[in-house]
């Protein structure tokens, strides 16, 4: 619950990048256009309930890995299939891709398996640690909070390239130039016959 105005008078929400997606976010799942994103802890089971008209003969987990694994659904006590499927196998962090098999409209249903909240410090798990839980896994490590939208836009826009290449282009424009002038200096000398160490000044005496 958010108790509070939709107005910068009042908070400054709307004014932050998070604030968009999290109303259509918000919109979509409260009209029941996008389903709820499924989410457990890492070693904890996840369940799915399927309906009656789409229960696949069985499913395939893809976890972060790549690799694929098909499991069936539970049996009820007569031997038939029930609309429940458990996934126990919940040990690498990340994101996992669950695909109904044998349905007439196969979709894939993403869930994510986090780190327990309860060793989510800073002072206790270091980012060696974290990358270590995640694994193959890819992640983002951000030391303060207030980064974090810097570190949202990073990964939009990604590393900007521009910079770098505008410095390539002048490097190699000035390193051509000197290049080309040096070499055309030499060859004026050689045609002309001119020896640069006699048509120096010579260095005029002092006077007492």
């Given amino acids: 619950m958010l108790g509070t105005g939709v107005h910068v008078s009042w908070s400054n929400l709307p004014t932050r990048k998070i604030f968009l997606p999290m109303m259509n976010q918000l919109i979509f799942q409260l009209a029941g256009i996008e389903k709820a994103r499924l989410q457990t802890v890492a070693g904890q089971p996840i369940s799915f309930t399927f309906k ?25 006590s007569d ?5 429940t499927f458990i996934f126990e196998d919940t040990h690498q962090v990340g994101i996992y891709q669950l695909c109904p098999l044998g349905t007439s409209r196969p979709t894939e249903i993403p869930f994510s398996v986090n ?6 410090d800073t002072a206790i798990l270091t980012e060696e640690d974290a990358r270590a ?12 909070g207030d980064q974090m939208s810097l570190t949202f836009d990073q990964l939009k826009r990604g590393t900007s390239l521009w910079d770098t290449f505008l410095w390539t282009v002048l490097l190699v ?3 051509e130039a000197f290049i080309s002038n040096h070499f055309t200096q030499r060859k004026d000398e050689q045609e002309k016959g001119i020896d640069v160490r006699h048509t120096l000044p010579r260095k005029t005496p002092s006077l007492a």
């Fill in 52 to 76: 009656d008209d789409e229960k696949p003969s069985g499913v395939e987990i893809i976890p972060p890995s790549g690799a694929r694994l098909e499991r069936k659904l539970l049996e009820t």
């Fill in 173 to 175: 424009l000035v390193f």
């Fill in 133 to 144: 839980r995640f694994g193959v896994s890819p992640l983002v490590y951000t030391d303060a």
């Fill in 115 to 120: 780190i327990d909240g309860d060793v989510l």
């Fill in 79 to 83: 031997g038939q299939s029930s609309n």
